[in-house]
């Protein structure tokens, strides 16, 4: 018997073989594997987008003026820390200004630790002062997570520094007074709210 037309004869049995149909099937197959993966792809690239734009551990560097020697910089910081150091809800409130701790404090730096209230997460912070000749201070202040694989942080490091120089009201009439970071060095820091963290 004659194969009809789309049809092969097998060479083995002599029967009509039809044509099968899975290579319409994978064709199918790939290329939803492929839309998914491309979709998948991009989400990927643009959470790591998101992310790259950060430093690769959650951390903040900031670097401030101000118009005051550094002795009463340093001084007014510590104060700070000690002010805000216990682990009671008054103190804490809705936000973070507490569980401070200083480990060192020196004319040239500061180091310490905040604990936030709810999670119980370490952050180291540190200030370190450089007299200017005009008698102001420059300081850079740098707070990371303890927490290895912190990635983001939702601003709480940049809050944890930031927190205790408005605190200590350190910028309060001082015409030096300057700021300055960015999210490439400060985790998170244009979406920062310190009111919460």
């Excluded at 002599?14 to 792809?41: D, Q, W, Y």
């Excluded at 936030?116 to 997460?121: A, C, G, S």
């Excluded at 490091?157 to 009439?173: E, M, P």
């Amino acid at each position: 018997m004659a194969p009809n037309k789309g049809e092969t004869k097998s060479l083995l049995s002599n029967k009509v073989v039809e044509p099968t149909r899975s290579c319409c099937c994978s064709r199918k197959m790939a290329i939803l594997c492929v839309s998914v993966f491309g979709v998948a792809l991009s989400a990927i690239s643009l959470s790591f987008f998101a992310v790259s734009s950060y430093p690769l551990h959650a951390s903040c560097r900031v670097d401030w003026t101000f118009g005051k020697p550094c002795d009463v910089v340093q001084t007014a910081l510590v104060n700070q820390m000690q002010k805000w150091n216990m682990d009671t809800q008054n103190l804490c409130g809705s936000g973070q200004k507490c569980l401070y701790e200083v480990l060192t404090s020196s004319p040239a730096k500061i180091t310490g630790t905040h604990t936030t209230p709810v999670k119980r997460y370490v952050d180291d912070v540190s200030y370190t002062f450089t007299p200017a000749a005009d008698n102001s201070c420059s300081v850079q202040g740098y707070s990371t997570s303890q927490t290895w694989y912190a990635v983001l942080d939702y601003g709480t490091n940049y809050c944890n520094i930031k927190n205790l120089v408005d605190g200590s009201n350190l910028g309060v009439n001082d015409s030096k007074y300057s700021e300055n970071t960015r999210d490439a060095v400060c985790t998170q820091y244009s979406s920062a709210n310190c009111e919460v963290y």
